[in-house]
């Protein structure tokens, strides 16, 4: 297995859902007036966030796995 190229692969993956947050926050911080639908908004952007780190997580096992 190409380990540099793995690191390589596990930063940008957990960098997705990190840029996808941030930019939404700024987003819904900028446009959105109502406390309510803010909150929402953002509960869905965690949301979110928090499937594209599971996402990263599979990829990665899949790629120690196949390696093996």
Request: contains cysteine; proline residues 1%.
């Amino acid at each position: 297995m190409d380990y540099a190229l793995y690191d390589k692969v596990q930063a940008e993956l957990g960098m997705i859902a990190d840029v996808y947050g941030k930019e939404c926050k700024n987003i819904i911080d900028s446009a959105c007036n109502d406390p309510v639908m803010r909150d929402a908004l953002l509960d869905l952007t965690k949301a979110t966030q928090n499937a594209l780190n599971q996402l990263a997580g599979c990829i990665s096992e899949s790629l120690i796995a196949s390696s093996k």
